[in-house]
C-alpha cells in the first residue's frame, strides 16, 4: 500500500495517539544483542523514528543495559524489545525492568525479541512465549482473525509475506494473549518437528493491562508480532502500518 492509502492509516493511527495522549508519547527502543544480530536493526530504528511524528511518538534508542534503572524507564510511557537475542540485561537490569511493568509500563516486542532472556520467567510471560525456531525465509500468508485490533485493521484477510514463520515453544494463548495473526501452514514449507504453539499458528498477539507479569493487575499492555526479519520488510508501508497500530494500541 503506498501513497494517499498510506497517508490515510496514518492519519488513523495519528488521530487514535492524540485520543489516548495529550502531549507527545515516548517510547524507548532497546535493541541489544548477545547472540545473533539482524542486519535490519538499524533500518527498523530509523523506520521507527522518522514515522514516529505522525503518531505522536518520540522514538529514542539504545543498546546499553544500564540505561535500565528506575531513573530513566520511568521516563518512558512503553519499552520496544527490538529483535534482542541472548543475555541483553544483567540483573539489576531485569528487577528495574520487572518494576517499571508492574507499575504500569507498557510493552512492544517485534521480531527476535521472543528470543532473548530465555531464562527470566517474567519476561516469558511478558512477550507472550519464547521463540524455538522458523523455517526458511519464504513467501507466506498471514490470516488476520481479529481485523478490530489497530495493528489489524489495515490488513487484508489474508496478508502475503515474505518473512520468517516462527514456530514458539509455547501457546502465548496459555497465559491469556489475544492472537489476532496466524501463520497459514499450508502456504509455506515447514519440515520441523517442534510445534508447540497451538492451533491457530499464532503470529502477532497482545495482552491487556495487568497480563503477564505478577503485578495484581498493574501492569500496562503488552503487543508482539514476530515479523520484521527484512530490511525490506521495514520498508514497506503496510508492515510498517501493522507495527505502528500495534504501537498505539499498548500506549
Not at 102 to 128: K, P, Q
Not at 202 to 207: G, K, L, R
Not at 220 to 244: C, I, K, M, P
Request: charged share 15%.
Amino acid at each position: 500500500m503506498q501513497g494517499i492509502g498510506f497517508l490515510l492509516i496514518i492519519a488513523v493511527l495519528a488521530s487514535l495517539a492524540l485520543c489516548a495522549n495529550a502531549t507527545t508519547a515516548k517510547i524507548l527502543i532497546y535493541s541489544a544483542t548477545a547472540d545473533f544480530r539482524h542486519d535490519s536493526i538499524p533500518t527498523a530504528i530509523q523506520a521507527l523514528q522518522s514515522k514516529g511524528p505522525s503518531i505522536d511518538v518520540q522514538f529514542d534508542n539504545t543498546e546499553d543495559m544500564n540505561q535500565f534503572s528506575d531513573q530513566i524507564l520511568a521516563q518512558y510511557d512503553a519499552l520496544l524489545f527490538l529483535d534482542n537475542t541472548g543475555e541483553v540485561l544483567d540483573d539489576a537490569g531485569k528487577v528495574a525492568f520487572q518494576k517499571y511493568l508492574d507499575l504500569g509500563g507498557n510493552f512492544v516486542a517485534i521480531h527476535a525479541a521472543s528470543d532473548c532472556l530465555r531464562n527470566t520467567t517474567f519476561y516469558g510471560h511478558e512477550v507472550g512465549a519464547f521463540f524455538d525456531y522458523h523455517p526458511a525465509l519464504q513467501n507466506a500468508t498471514v490470516d488476520v482473525i481479529d481485523s478490530s485490533h489497530p495493528s489489524t485493521s489495515m490488513l487484508p484477510a489474508e496478508w502475503h509475506v515474505q518473512d520468517e514463520m516462527y514456530n514458539f515453544k509455547s501457546d502465548p494463548r496459555a497465559i491469556g494473549a489475544i492472537v489476532i495473526l496466524s501463520a497459514n501452514e499450508s502456504s509455506y514449507v515447514d519440515n520441523g518437528t517442534h510445534m508447540d504453539q497451538g492451533t491457530p499458528h499464532p503470529t502477532a498477539w497482545f495482552q491487556e493491562r495487568g497480563a503477564g507479569v505478577d503485578s495484581n493487575g498493574t501492569a500496562g499492555r503488552s503487543f508482539y508480532t514476530s515479523l520484521g526479519h527484512l530490511n525490506e520488510t521495514w520498508q514497506d508501508d503496510l508492515f510498517l502500518a501493522h507495527v505502528l497500530g500495534g504501537i498505539t494500541w499498548a500506549l
